[in-house]
């Protein structure tokens, strides 16, 4: 079966850089995705990271080694509003997207 | 476009009955997934589909199955209700790849007491 290892929490004042980390077991492993959910909300897809190497998408990048089986999500220039549960989330060959438990970010003035 | 559409919003069962959640897909999605959330537990897998066909099953007993129909929409029936039932279902849709990334509804939030 899959698992998916990440901190439960993290604090950050504004302005700061974070960096959530994610371990994955799995097999037949096709990428690493990240969402974002704020109370109450649905989650948003962030990124996605099919091969090796960081995908940067404006504050945001997203980092893959497959040999490590380890992603992050990198927040560059904290703000209030990035205050949320990232969840990272598996993608298998012939199986669903898998879903850790999720880090809850939060960002204080 | 119209976001993923889920129904109702709220929902309160006693233990026991039986109840259907239901998902409108963004138009083109043709996969749907299910995800039963609770505090500390993250996103728990429940079903996937796939043009009417139930592509993957996650861990949860009987008591939880779904289904889609041709028009992409599904619908999730939980019979027998448990406490432990309680928790917030969410939906999403995808155009079939998951690279493409999940759009998720806002969820039924489903109280049993």
Same mark, same amino acid.
């Given at each position: 079966?899959?698992?998916? =290892?990440?901190? #439960?929490?993290?604090?950050?004042? =504004?302005?700061?850089?974070?960096?959530? %980390?994610?371990?994955?077991?799995? #097999?037949? *492993?096709?990428? &690493?995705?990240?969402?974002?959910?704020?109370? /109450?909300?649905?989650?948003?897809?962030?990124?996605? %990271?099919?091969?090796?190497?960081? =995908?940067?998408?404006?504050?945001?990048?997203? *980092?893959?080694?497959?040999?490590?089986?380890?992603?992050?999500? &990198?927040?560059?220039? &904290?703000?209030?509003?990035?205050?949320?549960?990232? *969840?990272?989330?598996?993608?298998?060959?012939?199986?669903? &997207?898998? *879903?850790?438990? /999720?880090?809850?970010?939060?960002?204080?003035? | 476009?119209?976001?993923?559409?889920?129904?109702? !919003?709220?929902?309160?069962?006693?233990?026991?009955?039986?109840?259907?959640?239901?998902?409108?897909?963004?138009?083109?999605? !043709?996969?749907?997934?299910?995800?039963?959330? @609770?505090?500390?537990?993250?996103?728990?897998?429940? $079903?996937?589909? $796939?043009?009417?066909?139930? !592509?993957?099953?996650?861990?949860?007993?009987?008591? $939880?199955? +779904?289904?889609? $129909?041709?028009?992409?929409?599904?619908?999730?029936?939980?019979? @027998?209700?448990?406490?432990?039932?309680?928790?917030?279902?969410?939906?999403?849709?995808?155009?079939? +790849?998951?690279?493409?990334?999940? @759009?998720?509804?806002? +969820?039924? !939030?489903? @109280?049993?007491?």
């Amino acid at each position: 079966g899959q698992s998916l =290892e990440q901190p #439960s929490e993290v604090t950050a004042v =504004e302005g700061a850089i974070v960096q959530i %980390n994610c371990t994955y077991q799995t #097999s037949g *492993f096709y990428g &690493l995705s990240w969402y974002q959910q704020h109370d /109450g909300g649905a989650p948003t897809f962030l990124s996605y %990271n099919g091969l090796d190497g960081l =995908e940067e998408t404006g504050r945001f990048s997203s *980092f893959l080694s497959r040999s490590d089986s380890y992603g992050y999500l &990198l927040l560059q220039e &904290l703000q209030m509003k990035d205050s949320a549960s990232y *969840f990272c989330a598996v993608s298998e060959a012939g199986t669903a &997207l898998i *879903f850790g438990k /999720g880090t809850t970010l939060s960002v204080s003035s | 476009k119209a976001g993923v559409t889920q129904t109702p !919003r709220y929902l309160i069962k006693t233990r026991g009955q039986q109840v259907t959640l239901s998902c409108s897909p963004i138009s083109g999605h !043709r996969s749907v997934s299910w995800y039963q959330q @609770t505090p500390g537990q993250g996103l728990q897998f429940l $079903f996937e589909y $796939f043009s009417e066909t139930q !592509r993957n099953k996650g861990n949860f007993p009987g008591r $939880f199955s +779904g289904r889609q $129909f041709s028009n992409s929409r599904s619908e999730m029936n939980v019979s @027998t209700l448990e406490l432990g039932d309680s928790a917030l279902y969410l939906c999403a849709s995808t155009v079939g +790849g998951r690279v493409d990334g999940y @759009t998720f509804g806002s +969820g039924t !939030r489903l @109280t049993v007491v």
